[in-house]
């Protein structure tokens, strides 16, 4: 079993940048494939993309494509998420999760096993 501790968020004006850190405990962190999601006030629990576990893929949600980066550090049990040209629809609480070991990370919440508490994240305009 995995546990997933996030960290990194905050108020930032728009066009901001943040890097999220999620912080894995656990056996064989590099068995997991690691996604990220975000929860705005009043809606679902949006995916926001996933990485491999080795590192070597990414993918992202349409909205974030091109501002947000994920990447990894098996070697700390971690993975980071890396948001630019932060936008006022960014604001909202975003969690890191992970599926069983050895399982592809999916698009759906349901699809994963382990979730962090979650990190606010605030844009001004």
């Known amino acids: 079993q995995v546990q997933l501790v996030e960290s990194g968020g905050g108020l930032v004006q728009a066009g901001g940048s943040l890097r999220l850190s999620c912080a894995a405990s656990?056996?064989?962190?590099?068995?997991?494939?690691m996604g990220w999601f975000r929860q705005a006030p009043g809606k679902e629990r949006e995916f926001v993309g996933a990485?491999?576990?080795?590192?070597?893929?990414?993918y992202y949600a349409d909205s974030v494509k091109g501002r947000f980066t994920i990447s990894r550090d098996n070697a700390k049990n971690t993975v980071y998420l890396q948001i630019d040209k932060l936008k006022f629809d960014d604001t909202g609480v975003y969690y890191c999760?992970?599926?069983?070991?050895?399982?592809?990370?999916?698009?759906?919440?349901?699809?994963?096993?382990?979730w962090g508490q979650g990190t606010q994240v605030t844009v001004s305009s």
């Open positions: 999760a992970a599926p069983a070991a050895g399982v592809v990370a999916g698009l759906r919440p349901a699809s994963y096993n382990y």
């Open positions: 990485i491999s576990w080795s590192g070597s893929a990414t």
């Open positions: 656990g056996p064989a962190f590099s068995s997991y494939a």
